[in-house]
């Protein structure tokens, strides 16, 4: 029911950064805890961050900790993704995604989903 449309990707060199968007649609974007995934070709979709309705609490995965961070402006409708000290192991399909309840952590979890953004890192 909700439209996520994520922005911001594109090529990058390694240790670059690059800071993604989603936009979301509605009144009640508050409501939706929101998670940031990624997927390549062939591989299991795999969680990268997640944030609460509030945005107090944040969960990253191990690989993106210390490098990237999720945050949120409720007022605008608006999920963040800053991705620093990118590798090119970090290349992949970005797409953010809402769940109607609390902060999860995995794909199946969450109802809503962006269509995606190409994130190339060039070693």
């Known amino acids: 029911q909700v439209q996520l449309v994520e922005s911001g990707g594109g090529l990058v060199q390694a240790g670059g950064s690059l800071r993604l968007s989603c936009a979301a649609s509605g009144r009640t974007f508050s409501i939706y805890a929101m998670g940031w995934f990624r997927q390549v070709p062939g591989n299991e979709r795999e969680f990268v961050a997640a944030?609460?309705?509030?945005?107090?609490?944040?969960y990253y995965a191990d690989s993106v900790k210390g490098r990237f961070t999720i945050s949120r402006d409720n007022a605008k409708n608006m999920v963040y993704l800053q991705m620093n000290s990118l590798k090119p192991e970090d290349t992949a399909v970005y797409c953010c995604a809402a769940r109607n309840g609390v902060i999860a952590i995995t794909p199946g979890e969450y109802n809503y989903w962006g269509q995606g953004t190409q994130v190339t890192v060039s070693s």
């Open positions: 944030i609460s309705r509030s945005g107090g609490i944040t």
